[in-house]
């Protein structure tokens, strides 16, 4: 059974970082695409990043592009996001998801449960 | 930048189908067929309900199709049950070799 688990938010001033860890269990890890999605309280779904099996391809949306960084530890079955530069509108529960192939960019097809980023001075 | 737009509701009755629709404002939809549906129960994760236009992947009951017809999506629960009563989006692969979810659609079940 696939099994994300999304840990590292928390509450962080404006102006911060934060590292977010997704621990994957289950499946291969190593053979597929992993991506960020985050969904504010009580807002829709947005696709934030993405990673394909290697790490050697990485995707962002606009709004995060040069502040996020997504990477991966193979060896460790692990998805990471580097967030700096955190804004208000960074405030979301973010989830992590896994692709159903090698690629990062397509949308995902099993989701953790998410942890929650609030950004607030 | 791409978008998909959702109906912000559909409702419907026990035992009915209902549809709802997911369009691109550019081409995306038409040209890639990696869109999927997923369904959102609330404070709960997405799961998905379809992948690459219609297919449904394994245990995801045989009422929920997709479809596409030009540049917009389509996914049909038939059937209609209490349990059906959530959130629903649609995404698409892009030409920005990247993805984009729908702006949902709320189910309600009359």
């Known amino acids: 059974e696939v099994q994300l688990v999304e840990s590292g938010g928390g509450v962080v001033r404006p102006g911060g970082s934060l590292r977010l860890s997704c621990a994957a269990s289950g499946f291969t890890f190593d053979d597929y695409g992993m991506t960020w999605v985050r969904q504010a309280p009580g807002k829709g779904l947005e696709w934030v990043s993405g990673?394909?099996?290697?790490?050697?391809?990485?995707y962002y949306a606009d709004s995060v592009k040069g502040r996020f960084t997504v990477s991966r530890d193979n060896s460790k079955k692990s998805l990471f996001l580097q967030m700096n530069s955190l804004r208000a509108e960074d405030t979301a529960f973010y989830f992590c998801?896994?692709?159903?192939?090698?690629?990062?960019?397509?949308?995902?097809?099993?989701w953790g449960q998410g942890t929650l980023v609030t950004v607030s001075s | 930048q791409s978008a998909l737009t959702q109906p912000a509701s559909v409702s419907g009755s026990p035992g009915q189908s209902i549809t709802i629709s997911c369009t691109a404002t550019?081409?995306?939809?038409?040209?890639?067929?990696?869109v999927s549906w997923y369904q959102q129960h609330p404070g709960k994760a997405p799961k998905c309900l379809i992948y690459d236009v219609s297919n449904r992947p394994s245990g995801v009951s045989n009422r929920f199709s997709g479809s596409k017809s030009g540049n917009t999506a389509s996914l049909t629960i038939s059937s209609l049950q209490a349990e059906d009563e959530a959130d629903y989006y649609c995404?698409?692969?892009?030409?920005?070799?990247?993805?984009?979810f729908g702006t949902g659609t709320k189910v309600s079940v009359l």
């Open positions: 998801a896994r692709a159903l192939d090698g690629s990062g960019s397509y949308p995902p097809a099993y």
């Open positions: 990673i394909n099996w290697s790490g050697g391809n990485t």
């Open positions: 550019r081409n995306d939809v038409a040209i890639y067929n990696y």
């Open positions: 995404s698409s692969y892009t030409s920005n070799d990247t993805s984009v």
